[in-house]
């Protein structure tokens, strides 16, 4: 009651408890409430201690060094009116030059009486050279135990952890250090709800909120920002797993249609036999399933059969047969009298699995035709490019329910879909089906349909748990026998000899009967950069690396290859001559896409330059060769897709990085790394060493935004483990979080729909 009765300090804005002049520069790091700010950690703490190597900076880097004043002097400039104050700071051994300028020494008084040797200091700018010096022109500085009243607090100040704030050129870190104590100081506990209950915290030995803010802001030694850190980290996940334990709570509150499995065997236990398509389908299967096609097959049954809807992720390495036991279920729920639905991320992965699938199940797919088998079903293709009549035709089967299976986009979920009786629905190379489209599913039939999630990005636990944690998982390793593999190389964009072996090898492929993709991450060599996910620009107003210098990232990087382009140089490239080359990307008309996907497919285009769009789920064996071009500036995960889509046949794949990486930097240790393994969940756990936690969630690039600041979901395992078992006792006893105020205000701003995204995004 007390928490809710009591004014929620945090939401006051910035600009009445600080003033404009100090709440602006705030604003443009996105800090506009007292929240905001609280919330902005510190990144590092600097050791007073401690100077800086002032070795390290380079000609244009923007710095923040914690140095010693070494000397400083005023004098006049002999060329022009003014005057110069030079001052030299110092780590013990290489120095750096701080310059001032002043209409007259007098204008730098202030700064020489500041600057006394000796003196410790933090000191920002942008590196610049003079006459073979490196300097700091006009930096902006903070000296260390200066600005207190008395020498005894002026020791203490000096002797504790320095935070260091993710700051800009416009607002260094004491500024920001400044305006956290203005408005933490005066704070009460009262004022500062905790969304972790008191007996959470007593059972963790968690300090409260406000203490813990303190903790992190303003501490005295390591071990308390530690401690402050370990309590806000903790608090991170507990709202997140809060949040989820009642998301299972709701979704296991849905009713479900159990979809038994048909008994096999006619003479079993039931009166009236009905023929069974799964059974037919197994039986005609040209291959045995792999053990872990089994094993997840009999998972996935057991819970169809349950009145309760299945929520289950399906992960498994790229070519590890998810479809067929996507199939299978699928088949399972026609048998049971209802309907499935298969969703794609794209129009061109529908048409393919509408192809896929009626050719897996042959005649079974030709249910009511002339030569069908009698008990069979249809499976119907509804995406945006197809023409009137085909797609009232498919509306109207899966509406009276004569297609028992129904393959489209998520734009099936519009509302003009309707289904006779949707059972299960089945979503493809995706994880960021969220609540909302699980919302519009349980709109489209009597009661919440069964539910599975597929994708190759192999997730790791800790991750499945903080961004899925309301699905259950299953996940399939095993590739089927007889896949020849694939093998990747390197190859520098900048040595002709190799480019040209590269194409020559592409040649020798498509000669010998086999295909090749050519990917860029454009499309028009005119388009701004834009990789589908760009590696992470830097931000002038924001340097973020997370080393004890704050370097922010200057490298020139050659424009991204575009499809368009690297299309036209390959049609009158002497390797290639004589060779079909068609292209590929998401501007062209679904129709087109779908042509050339089958011109692909069929051999009439032997050469296919394309964006990602190729990422996930194209499937044509006759593959074997791919190049991708920057390919540096892909993740991990989204590469290892990529080169998934060859040597899927019985010839071995070739995949091609060119990378334009200079040796040694995290781009081309990357692109070596995807060279050497092809495990895809090995490379899944470099891939999220390699990126910040924000590209991890999705968030926004910078990770600002996101409502995990602290929270490592690869690191903290343990700790989100604790979260999720003490948010499940919380949950389980007050499911609507009525005694839980402060915590049901803090989920609901986690989730707030321009934060959504954090739950819904991998
Ligand atoms: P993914 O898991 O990447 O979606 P697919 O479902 O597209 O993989 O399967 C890749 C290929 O492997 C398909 O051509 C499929 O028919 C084939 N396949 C699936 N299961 C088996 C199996 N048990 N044995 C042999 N081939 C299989
Ligand atoms: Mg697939």
Redesign the pocket.
């Known amino acids: 009651m007390s928490t809710e009765d009591a004014p929620d300090r945090l939401a006051e804005p910035l600009t009445k408890v600080l003033g404009t002049r100090s709440s602006k520069p705030l604003e443009k790091l996105g800090l506009r409430t007292t929240g905001d700010l609280l919330r902005h950690y510190p990144r590092r703490y600097g050791d007073p201690g401690r100077l800086t190597d002032l070795a390290g900076p380079a000609i244009g880097e923007h710095v923040t060094v914690i140095a010693q004043v070494a000397r400083a002097t005023v004098r006049s400039m002999r060329n022009r009116q003014g005057a110069l104050l030079q001052a030299v700071v110092t780590d013990g051994t290489h120095e750096l030059s701080l310059t001032f300028f002043g209409k007259h020494p007098r204008a730098l008084a202030p700064h020489e009486q500041r600057l006394v040797p000796g003196t410790m200091g933090m000191f920002t700018g942008v590196v610049s050279a003079y006459q073979g010096t490196r300097q700091l022109t006009h930096p902006d500085y903070k000296l260390i135990g200066v600005d207190v009243d008395d020498e005894d607090s002026a020791i203490v100040e000096a002797s504790r952890p320095i935070p260091i704030y993710p700051a800009s050129a416009s607002t260094p870190s004491w500024k920001i250090q400044s305006s956290v104590r203005t408005v933490l100081d005066p704070l009460q506990p009262a004022e500062v709800p905790d969304p972790v209950p008191a007996e959470v915290r007593t059972e963790r030995r968690l300090p409260g909120r406000l203490e813990a803010l303190r903790d992190v802001h303003e501490p005295f030694d390591e071990r308390q920002w530690r401690r402050g850190q370990h309590r806000l980290r903790y608090e991170e996940a507990f709202v997140l797993q809060s949040a989820l334990a009642q998301r299972r709570a709701r979704a296991m509150a849905h009713e479900a249609t159990a979809r038994p499995l048909l008994p096999a065997d006619p003479q079993a236990d039931r009166p009236t036999h009905r023929p069974s398509l799964l059974a037919d389908f197994d039986a005609g299967?040209?291959?045995?399933?792999?053990s872990g096609?089994r094993e997840v097959g009999e998972e996935i049954s057991a819970e169809l059969a349950q009145p309760r809807p299945m929520q289950r992720l399906l992960q498994?390495?790229?070519?590890?047969?998810?479809?067929?036991?996507?199939l299978r279920a699928m088949l399972q729920v026609v048998d049971a009298g209802g309907q499935a639905a298969l969703l794609a991320p794209t129009e061109v992965l529908a048409a393919q699995h509408a192809r896929?699938l009626r050719a897996?199940l042959g005649p079974l797919a030709d249910g009511g035709l002339l030569g069908g088998a009698e008990h069979g079903t249809r499976v119907a293709l509804l995406t945006g490019s197809l023409g009137a009549a085909a797609r009232k035709e498919a509306l109207l089967d899966a509406a009276s329910g004569a297609a028992g299976i129904v393959v489209g986009t998520h734009a099936l979920l519009g509302e003009h879909v309707q289904f006779a009786d949707l059972g299960l629905v089945v979503v493809?190379?995706q994880h960021r089906f969220g609540v909302e489209q699980r919302d519009a599913l349980r709109a489209k039939a009597r009661t919440s349909p069964h539910l599975l999630v597929?994708t190759?990005t192999p997730i790791p636990r800790t991750v499945a748990m903080t961004v899925f944690g309301d699905l259950e998982t299953s996940t399939?390793t095993e590739i089927?026998?007889?896949?020849a593999g694939i093998t990747t190389h390197v190859v520098p964009a900048d040595k002709p000899a190799w480019m040209d072996r590269t194409w020559a090898r592409v040649r020798e492929e498509v000669d010998a009967g086999h295909r090749a993709y050519v990917v860029c991450p454009r499309i028009h060599p005119d388009d701004p950069d834009a990789t589908s996910r760009p590696a992470r620009a830097a931000d002038p107003e924001f340097d973020e690396v997370p080393e004890f210098l704050e370097l922010e990232e200057t490298s020139e990087r050659a424009p991204l290859r575009a499809v368009l382009e690297v299309a036209e140089e390959l049609a009158s490239n002497p390797r290639l001559s004589g060779l079909a080359i068609g292209v590929l990307h998401g501007q062209m008309a679904p129709a087109d896409k779908e042509r050339m996907m089958a011109d692909f497919a069929a051999g009439t285009v032997q050469v296919l330059v394309s964006t990602t769009v190729i990422e996930v789920?194209v499937?044509v064996?006759e593959a074997t060769v791919m190049v991708v071009y920057d390919s540096e500036r892909f993740g991990l995960s989204q590469l290892h897709q990529l080169r998934?889509r060859v040597g899927?046949g019985s010839a071995p794949g070739l995949c091609l990085l060119v990378s334009t990486a200079a040796p040694g930097t995290p781009a081309a240790v990357r692109v070596e790394t995807l060279a050497a393994t092809t495990d895809g969940f090995e490379l899944a756990a470099v891939d999220l060493s390699l990126r910040s936690e924000g590209d991890v969630l999705g968030a926004a690039q910078s990770g600002r935004t996101s409502s995990l600041r602290l929270l490592r979901v690869v690191k903290d395992a343990t700790l989100i483990e604790q979260a999720r078992a003490d948010a499940a006792q919380v949950v389980g006893t007050d499911p609507e979080l009525a005694d839980h105020p402060a915590l049901r205000a803090a989920i609901a701003e986690a989730l707030d729909p321009e934060r959504e995204e954090f739950l819904e995004r991998a």
Do not use: I
């Not at 299967?285 to 792999?290: E, R």
């Not at 089927?480 to 896949?483: I, Q, V």
């Open positions: 299967l040209p291959f045995t399933l792999t096609q498994g390495e790229v070519g590890s047969g998810k479809t067929v036991v996507a896929t897996l493809d190379e597929m190759a399939l089927p026998a007889g896949r789920g499937d064996p998934g899927r």
